[in-house]
């Protein structure tokens, strides 16, 4: 068996892994590479494995970074099966089409101001794309076996998001775990992941490698933040993933309001793909830890803005008010637009509240800038920039660690690392080599290996 790492190596963007066995060649992920330019600059080039002769692909989970290429690979002409679990396809039919909404509209936004060196900007893929490519998938359960020509394959739940699993494959008399991304045994909206099975060769992400989360309860650090933004007379802006983090900010939110913890003010949802995104996990209950009555009273507190247009009457509102939006690390949507009125103000609170992966607006904010560009203008960053630790879905080095523990692993296990700065894959092996008795390295871009 053949493993090419096509992405997911030394960023945690871009995941995808091509898996060769005899005559079968499938992907394991097919991400979009996102934050800096010469990282973006790999989606434009050509697919980097042969559509014709690639037999399926299997996705971990939906979030864009192992799934958002799947609409790229479509439009060169694949046209196999993408497996994965029910949920997974779910969340897929919505971030898909809406990641191609936004190239578009971003499109038309720089040729309109004329921004940018292309006269004419076109989108990677459009919606129209994206939703073709989802007939391309076909869905499975936890634990269930398939086939896709030499491999047996099937799906581990690995916490993390609605859906997420490892990928574990078994040929030529070999069983190789892809892990994806592992979520935390504490998670508040996740059940924690699975302990493995006996392995070959284990895929592990390493985003967390080089911290730990902190020990801050998050309920407490967010009632702090309301409370101070409220007193201010601000309004509290909260750039966010819209799968996984944005139902649980609304959770918490509507949960410290109930309970008299926060000041009862008005929240706003300003991100479709979130909107919709929440009423496919209230579908998959049995997936997660919220309750019916959980889900019902986030529902009832939080206005969802789902129009254009109701969007920008956000602009009116000049009493406290928090408004939560899409990109969770800022390269997108609408946040931008929120961002460009309300970042200048001293009184604004932008909350962030997950992993900032380099070259992106989030993490030059946590880092100090002065300023930021949005659509070709810098813009003050005088707004108070607060990090919102103990909502992230990644499992940290020693939570990681206590997993592998739990789990039925060979002594000597091979590790490869992936899906992790370089510091923070470096310090995953140093942690992982000193606390189990495994032999770990960090997987190289487009490095091969045979098992």
């Not at 302990?195 to 020990?215: F, K, Q, V, W």
């Not at 997660?288 to 969802?304: E, I, K, N, P, Q």
């Not at 609408?334 to 962030?352: D, F, G, V, Y």
Request: proline fraction near 5%.
């Amino acid at each position: 068996m053949n493993i090419v790492f096509l992405g997911g190596t030394e960023t945690v963007t871009g995941s995808k892994f091509l898996v060769e066995s005899g005559d079968t060649r499938i992907l394991v992920d097919c991400g979009l590479f996102q934050g800096y330019k010469w990282l973006r600059e790999r989606n434009w080039q050509t697919p980097p494995v042969d559509v014709d002769k690639l037999d399926a692909v299997v996705l971990t989970h939906a979030h864009l970074d192992h799934s958002g290429y799947i609409p790229r690979l479509y439009k060169a002409g694949y046209r196999g099966p993408v497996l994965t679990h029910h949920a997974t396809r779910d969340l897929c039919s919505i971030l898909l089409p809406d990641s191609g909404h936004i190239q578009e509209e971003d499109a038309r936004f720089y040729a309109r101001h004329k921004l940018g060196k292309h006269q004419q900007p076109e989108p990677l893929y459009d919606r129209k794309t994206a939703e073709d490519a989802m007939e391309l998938f076909q869905t499975v359960e936890f634990h269930e076996q398939f086939e896709v020509g030499d491999l047996r394959i099937h799906l581990h739940p690995a916490g993390h998001i609605l859906g997420a699993a490892c990928v574990i494959i078994e040929a030529e008399g070999k069983r190789v775990c892809f892990s994806g991304d592992v979520g935390r045994p504490d998670d508040i909206m996740m059940f924690p992941p699975e302990p493995l099975p006996e392995l070959d060769l284990l895929i592990l992400e390493s985003t967390y490698g080089n911290r730990r989360h902190a020990e801050a309860d998050p309920w407490d650090q967010l009632a702090g933040i309301v409370k101070d933004t409220v007193a201010n007379g601000g309004v509290l802006l909260i750039p966010s993933f819209a799968v996984g983090r944005a139902q649980v900010l609304q959770h918490l939110l509507a949960t410290m309001m109930a309970d008299k913890r926060i000041p009862t003010v008005p929240i706003y949802l300003d991100s479709p793909m979130a909107i919709d995104v929440s009423g496919i996990y209230h579908s998959h209950a049995r997936h997660h830890r919220l309750s019916d009555s959980d889900c019902a009273r986030m529902m009832r507190a939080v206005t969802y803005t789902h129009s254009v247009e109701e969007s920008k009457a956000l602009a009116d509102i000049s009493y406290p008010h928090i408004i939560i939006a899409g990109s969770g690390m800022i390269t997108g949507g609408r946040i931008l637009h929120h961002m460009k009125r309300l970042l200048a103000n001293h009184r604004t609170t932008l909350l962030l509240t997950g992993y900032q992966a380099g070259g992106t607006r989030g993490a030059r904010l946590m880092e100090g800038v002065d300023s930021v560009k949005i659509h070709g203008e810098y813009i003050p960053a005088k707004a108070r920039v607060v990090m919102l630790d103990g909502l992230s879905g990644h499992g940290d080095c020693v939570d990681i660690a206590e997993w592998l523990k739990a789990s039925d692993l060979k002594q000597g296990l091979p590790v490869k690392l992936v899906h992790g700065e370089p510091e923070a894959a470096d310090n995953m092996r140093i942690y992982l080599q000193e606390h189990l008795d495994v032999q770990v390295d960090v997987a190289e871009y487009r490095s091969i290996l045979r098992i």
